[in-house]
């Protein structure tokens, strides 16, 4: 795994684990709310994630716009559909959101390097 990707991830795991550790209900449902929001239903979950990734880069979220694109990525995402939800990101965001565009390449450059399954 790159290590962009197994930084991310292993940042991720802990914390969650560290927050479920003493999560109250609210937040316990939070999570489970937003798991189950990007599942199968009128939208599929490729493209749940697609919008995920535009909103997170519209809002500037480097650790959702990983998340967002991990997830693309095992939805199958192609690079020319990336393209143009980068194009819709920037457009939508607009100039500020070019610094978010290059980590997000990079990274998902990275997923694309080493194989991440689809």
Known sequence: MGQLINDFEAYRTKMNDRIMD????????????????????????????????????????DDCIKYHLGKCHEAGVKQD????????ANLVGGSIVIPHYRRAVEYWDELNEVGIAK
Do not use: P
Not at 35 to 52: F, Q
Not at 81 to 88: A, D, L, P, S, T
């Open 22 to 61: 003493t999560a109250n209900t609210n937040i316990k449902r939070f999570f489970a709310l937003d798991t189950t929001t990007y599942a199968d239903g009128a939208l599929d979950v490729k493209t749940k994630e697609m919008l995920g990734l535009v909103a997170s880069m519209v809002l500037r979220c």
């Open 81 to 88: 559909e990336m393209n143009e939800v980068f194009m819709i």
